[in-house]
């Protein structure tokens, strides 16, 4: 008989649906996290409101909507609103004095990856307004694009910085917008140093500013500059939730400092750079000294101001701001004793004030070179908030508590 025919073996189906149920059951248990971690947005946007109310710094949202499923949380919040509660040193002084400031934009979304929980990601729709309570707006602050990132959370955060490309500031008048402040780039950045500990932490910050102007506070800003600065600041007490004024005062406690490790600021053909170390006195006020080295001084005297004071005769007040202790008739009235001795001496000397000036600063440093560049390197000196140029007081500094 011929062999008999075998049949092949059918292969149990079973295995075939086993990687698709997975994948479902995969699907269903991402799902439901992803909806259970929407869920919980509230509770944790509450929970850091109330933390950062406690700071002086009170947050509020019009509108506030989850969505980005499934790889990620993205929180919309529309209307949103800060209000800023004794955060400046006259505020903790004198709050009526100092009324709550609130800032106002459009919109705000915040973004989590599900893959890096301890990241969040924010962007900000402009422009943003500022107001004194009950007053309308007086500065409105505008840019390009501006977005944040605050790295370990939800913990103490490790690392924040915050990026505007093109923002600008307006004073705002009856509606009318007046420049106060521009750059083409800015970044901010913060995080703990790597000696940081939790009874002793330190941090560190960085400024890097591109083709910025301040305008009304002093010539010298009024220019488009480039800042690169990085600075530690020591003595923190704890990051627990408080205003800024506060926060200073437990620095100056505690003996802390802002020590300046780099910084580089150009503006044109003149450069500075500066490093050394800041404290605080009693009274809120830096203190302390910079060696600066800058190449194209003899540049900057002029937006100092400084020439246009002896051009136009010398009020007691601004002598004060420039050269603290000089008596304003004492130099009107050697300038007006030039003139009757020889007529037009005293506006000569006036006109070439300047170039004293500078030499005078100049003997008060050493030579130096800067980038291939001749310079000179002299301190610049923080005395009780006033900033000195040698015996030239060049600036003030608010007390900041």
Avoid at 146 to 161: C, D, F, K, N
Avoid at 186 to 203: G, K, N, R
Wanted: aromatic content about 6%; overall charge neutral.
């Amino acid at each position: 008989m011929p062999d008999s025919i075998k049949v092949p073996r059918q292969r149990p189906l079973w295995p075939v649906f086993v990687m698709p149920a997975l994948v479902i059951v995969a699907a269903i248990g991402w799902s439901a996290f992803w909806f259970y971690a929407a869920s919980q947005v509230d509770h944790q946007v509450d929970a850091w409101r109330a933390r950062e109310a406690k700071a002086g710094r009170v947050y509020d949202c019009g509108k506030r909507s989850v969505a980005g499923f499934p790889f990620r949380l993205e929180v919309t919040c529309e209307d949103a609103s800060v209000t800023l509660v004794s955060q400046t040193a006259q505020g903790m002084v004198d709050g009526a004095a100092d009324a709550p400031i609130t800032a106002r934009l459009g919109k705000i979304l915040v973004i989590g990856q599900v893959y890096t929980p301890g990241l969040l990601i924010a962007e900000f729709t402009a422009p943003a307004t500022l107001a004194p309570r009950g007053q309308p707006p007086a500065m409105q602050v505008s840019w390009k694009t501006a977005r944040s990132s605050v790295a370990g959370l939800p913990g103490i955060p490790q690392r924040v910085a915050l990026v505007f490309d093109q923002p600008a500031i307006d004073r705002l008048n009856g509606g009318v917008a007046a420049p106060l402040a521009r750059a083409a780039h800015a970044e901010f950045h913060t995080q703990l140093t790597a000696v940081s500990t939790a009874d002793h932490p330190a941090i560190d910050v960085a400024v890097d500013l591109t083709q910025a102007s301040v305008q009304d506070i002093h010539p010298a800003l009024a220019q488009p500059f480039d800042a690169l600065i990085g600075a530690r600041v020591t003595g923190l007490k704890d990051f627990s939730p408080k205003p800024w004024p506060v926060r200073f005062r437990e620095i100056q406690a505690a003996s802390g400092k802002i020590m300046i490790e780099r910084a580089r600021i150009q503006q044109g053909d003149v450069i500075a750079v500066a490093k050394g170390a800041l404290g605080l006195t009693a009274g809120g006020n830096l203190d302390g000294e910079l060696q600066m080295t800058v190449a194209g001084f003899e540049k900057l005297v002029p937006l100092l101001g400084i020439e246009a004071l002896l051009e136009e005769g010398v009020p007691q007040a601004t002598l004060d701001r420039v050269a603290p202790g000089i008596k304003a008739g004492d130099v009107n009235s050697l300038l007006g004793s030039l003139d009757k001795m020889i007529p037009g001496l005293g506006k000569v000397v006036r006109q070439n004030a300047g170039a004293g000036i500078a030499a005078v600063v100049n003997s008060l440093g050493t030579a130096a070179e800067l980038e291939g560049k001749p310079a000179r390197s002299f301190p610049l000196r923080f005395v009780d908030g006033a900033v000195l140029l040698g015996p030239i007081k060049v600036g003030q500094v608010p007390p900041l508590f």
